[in-house]
């Protein structure tokens, strides 16, 4: 049966409220999210038309300002009175009044390949250079100069004042070399300004970017250096910035400029490479540099992830050719979504409101459909009950509920066909199961099919019968004889994994196929082994020819009586006393010489068995032998799960194929190896038939198959259950598999008893508490042995019975029934 959905179960009229608010909420969610779509779509319309507009602008002043400092730096390198010999009081002049003019401006200087440099530094345009070269408020300017000294390369720090007087000075020893800067070397190979790639400067390690231009017809260069920092506080002053972050920057050379301060590293180096590691912690760089990389991307917002959280990034070229920059810009998505979103949620706030109030009228729409709904459900539990006689047609206005009605009555018609056919196919499939386990084998033919014959007739009687102890079993509905018939018919359908030379195993030695074949040959090695003995004698000692041939011919008979004994133990027809168990170990530890691999000619499975150790020929092997390729191991766990009950000794091996092991068994053919293979075809059938889904009305179908080979006293199997745990149906089913068993004629291992010693054997099961006494008790007065043996028994077997020494015999017996 379906299971219930408790909390979940709800009303017709509910549903269709339900169905329309569902509808109503979807309308809404529809509504909301095209608006908020949209809204997205034209925000970022609106962002990117102004981060273009931005973009210009700041294109714009960079160009006005690039243009300023080329002019700027072609005056200065025009200006020969720069390059004379005690020009510095001109070039103080000169670069003082340029960075006056040009607050971008860090410093001016003039270099030579000799390594004569000078520079003015404005300390006004960076605070952090007056902390660095330990500037007093009042100091205005200050003079780099490199002089040699006693051949000491040694740097003159003058600070002056706004008036360019000297407050005060010092010296110390620099190793720095012109020659050996990018900005000398850039001007040197070229007439033309050249812009360095932004780098931290040598003294101050702060970014910036270097413009300098040689002097004509010397090897002098006038440079100025700018820092980044003036350049990003113009990027601050852009509205654009108070909800992003901006950036000018060059893929070769890094970051040219930021609205947002850099993260520098205050130990770094000097080279580009420093720079890029100190921003590397940037991670809005590092978004925008990727993005510039790929020309698609370009004036066009890309969604990006920086810290976990989205992000829109803009990059757009604003340089000329020559000197390509681009200008990036990092906004947080929600600072452009979230007054889209605002609108979005009113909007979906007020659409709700309005369609909430039209939900009372869903309470009428429902009237026409839950009457005749309700009524189909009354219908749909005479189905459930299968009360099909009972099932009407429902009349409604609604035509696809009219339909249901009508489909309903053909339906309940059409189950009723089915069940009947599945019925049928059912048991046929079962029968199926049942002939083919009995083909499997020649000598167990018919076992599938004689025993559910024999169970049905003790059931009959049984639940006919007035002796007590069957005065609460009652098979009274077709639905409980199906299940005891298709029990009976599965109780041995776990023996279709049952090796079929296992069930068949007619003598100890057979397996695929008899070995006593192996034995045999190896005493007719023995016999020309004395032959040629024998020959030898003669050719060594002629005179005493009569008694070599008494000597051979009483060896032959020996080994005649040997090999006569061997077969009668392998037939298994006697029980071996230990005396015989002495004489079978005695002549196992013969020994005979092979010269022949016994590797040679092996399938793979038997090359892995026997594994890869060769003994070098002729080898000398006992007569029987247990080898250790005779022990077969296991490839399948028998670890079985617990709701199944399992409780049987396994045995560690899954075969043992050992001759001496196999001819040592003393009643009988099979080993206890062997015998729990025969015994596993239980727990096949336990474990096939948990598997099958069966209905209510065969729920005990797989117990009942499963328990015939259980004994009163508990010692069993599968599941070692006791009398007490032993329904009625089960106990027949076993005294009905053991009569059946006793009196078969298709048993290669044994003859068929007549049914007079079967009875005996039944008798001393019951007197053992093996079988239940009251199950033989009415096999016994109700002659259910002979109503069996005439239908399926040859004449031959039916012999006379006196059922008078079971009745006494029982009478006299406590009952032991569990």
């Not at 004379?84 to 006056?100: G, I, Q, Y």
């Not at 508490?769 to 031959?796: T, V």
Request: glycine share 6%; aromatic share 8%; hydrophobic share 40%.
């Amino acid at each position: 049966m379906l299971p219930r959905f408790g909390a979940l179960n709800t009303t017709i009229r509910r549903s269709v409220i339900s169905v329309f608010l569902l509808a109503t909420l979807l309308t809404v969610a529809l509504a909301v999210g095209l608006q908020y779509y949209f809204g997205q779509l034209v925000a970022k319309q609106t962002a990117s038309s102004l981060y273009s507009a931005t973009a210009d602008a700041v294109a714009a002043e960079l160009r006005g300002i690039g243009q300023v400092n080329i002019n700027v730096i072609n005056l200065l390198a025009d200006n020969e009175a720069l390059t004379a010999k005690d020009s510095n009081a001109e070039r103080l002049t000169v670069f003082a009044d340029a960075l006056a003019q040009n607050p971008l401006y860090y410093g001016i200087y003039i270099g030579s390949g000799s390594g004569d440099f000078y520079e003015v530094i404005n300390l006004d345009a960076s605070p952090e250079a007056r902390t660095f070269y330990g500037a007093d408020a009042q100091d205005k300017w200050l003079i780099l100069e490199d002089l040699r000294i006693s051949n000491k390369k040694m740097r003159q720090h003058l600070f002056l004042d706004h008036e360019f007087q000297l407050h005060h000075s010092r010296s110390e020893e620099t190793l720095f070399d012109v020659a050996s800067r990018p900005w000398y070397q850039s001007a040197m190979q070229s007439n033309a300004a050249q812009l360095n790639q932004p780098y931290l400067f040598a003294q101050l390690q702060l970014p910036g970017r270097t413009l300098s231009k040689r002097i004509a017809g010397t090897d002098q260069v006038v440079a100025i250096d700018i820092m980044l920092s003036s350049i990003s506080e113009l990027l601050r002053n852009h509205q654009i910035a108070r909800t992003s972050d901006v950036y000018l920057f060059t893929l070769d050379g890094g970051r040219l400029a930021s609205s947002k301060p850099p993260v520098i590293d205050a130990g770094a180096g000097t080279d580009g490479d420093d720079l890029a590691a100190a921003e590397s912690d940037d991670l809005n760089w590092l978004v925008l540099e990727g993005i510039a990389a790929n020309e698609q991307d370009h004036m066009r917002l890309v969604a990006k992830d920086v810290n976990g959280r989205p992000h829109l990034a803009y990059v757009i070229p604003v340089g000329d050719g020559n000197d390509p920059i681009y200008m990036g810009i990092v906004a947080n998505q929600d600072s452009i979504f979230d007054p889209v979103l605002d609108k979005v949620k009113l909007s979906g706030l007020l659409t709700t409101g309005i369609l909430l109030c039209l939900l009372p009228l869903s309470w009428f729409f429902a009237n026409p459909i839950v009457r005749p709904v309700k009524q189909l459900a009354v219908e749909n539990e005479k189905v459930k009950k299968r009360e099909f006689d009972k099932v009407e047609r429902i009349g409604t206005h609604v035509r696809e509920l009219d339909e249901l009605s009508e489909s309903m009555v053909s339906m309940v018609a059409s189950i009723q066909q089915y069940e009947q056919e599945q019925k049928q196919l059912m048991e046929a499939i079962i029968k199926l199961i049942a002939e083919a386990i009995d083909d499997k084998s020649s000598h167990t033919g018919g076992h599938c099919e004689r025993v559910p014959e024999l169970a049905l007739m003790l059931a009959e009687c049984a639940s006919a019968s007035d002796l007590p102890a069957f005065a609460d079993f009652r098979l009274e509905t077709e639905q409980q004889w199906q299940e005891y018939r298709i029990a009976a018919w599965l109780h041995d359908c776990g023996k279709i994994t049952t090796p079929e030379h296992i069930v068949d195993k007619g003598s100890k030695l057979e397996a695929i196929y008899n070995r006593i074949h192996e034995i045999r040959t190896r005493f007719e090695v023995l016999w020309r082994d004395e032959e040629i003995l024998y020959w030898k004698a003669i050719a060594q000692n002629p005179q005493a020819a009569d008694a070599h041939r008494a000597e051979l011919e009483k060896k032959q008979r020996q080994l005649q009586e040997d090999f006569a004994f061997i077969a009668r133990c392998n037939v298994g027809g006697e029980s071996l006393d230990q005396q015989s168990l002495q004489q079978l170990q005695a002549l196992a530890g013969r020994e005979w010489v092979r010269h022949f691999d016994d590797r040679m000619g092996l399938s793979p499975a038997e090359e892995q068995q026997s594994g890869t150790t060769r003994k070098p020929l002729p080898v000398t092997e006992r007569l029987l032998s247990d080898k250790p390729e005779h022990l077969i191991r296991r490839d399948k766990p028998t670890d079985y799960a617990p709701q199944l009950g399992i409780n049987m000794d396994i045995p560690e091996y899954e075969a043992n194929l050992g001759e001496l092991y196999n001819l040592s068994v003393s009643r009988g053919t099979l080993t206890r190896e062997d015998r729990f293979r025969i015994q596993e075809h239980m727990i096949s059938t336990v474990k096939m038939l948990d598997n099958l889904p069966f209905p209510d009305e065969l729920k005990n179908v797989p117990r009942y198959a499963s328990t015939h080979h259980e004994t009163m006293k508990g010692t069993g199997y599968p599941r070692r259950l006791s009398g007490a745990q032993l329904s009625i149906p089960e106990r027949l089913l076993a005294v009905a598999d053991v009569f059946e068993a006793l009196t078969a004629a298709d048993r290669p291992y044994k003859k068929a008893k007549p049914i007079s010693a079967a009875l005996d054997i039944l008798h001393n099961m019951v007197r053992d508490n093996h079988i239940d006494r009251d199950c033989f008790e009415l096999f016994i007065r109700e002659k259910i042995y002979l109503r069996y043996a005439q239908a399926f028994l040859p004449q031959s077997q039916i012999d006379t019975v006196d059922t008078e020494k079971y009745v006494r015999a029982l009478g006299q017996a406590p009952a032991r029934s569990g």
